[in-house]
Nanobody
């Protein structure tokens, strides 16, 4: 079992920045990719960014150049630095710990990000 706890969400004006943090605990040795998803009201959950155990990253087109995913010195911590935030970035952001072999992922409880215009 893997437990994920997100933090760092909040209310920010357009053009501002936030950094989200995800701390993983439990049986994390089988996790080989960490991801951030988001879900806006009335919309499907979408993949925002991912980072592999080897450090490779990928991003949704809508956040490229604005968001950066990274790992902390402790490998069980993942960050999502969000710059130049826009109202369309408003959503609940979820951390996901994924095993690409079993195609199974664990979810955190989510953290709300609200960007005002």
């Amino acid at each position: 079992q893997v437990r994920l706890v997100e933090s760092g969400g909040g209310l920010v004006q357009a053009g501002g920045s936030l950094r989200l943090t995800c701390v993983a605990s439990g049986f994390i040795s089988n996790i080989n990719e960490m991801r951030w998803y988001r879900q806006a009201p009335g919309k499907q959950r979408e993949l925002v960014a991912g980072i592999s155990s080897g450090g490779s990253t990928n991003y949704a087109d809508s956040v490229k150049g604005r968001f950066t995913i990274s790992r902390g010195d402790a490998k069980n911590i993942v960050y999502l630095q969000m710059n130049s935030l826009q109202p369309e970035d408003t959503a609940v952001y979820y951390c996901n710990a994924y095993n690409t072999r079993s195609e199974f992922g664990y979810w955190g409880q989510g953290t709300q990000v609200t960007v005002s215009s």
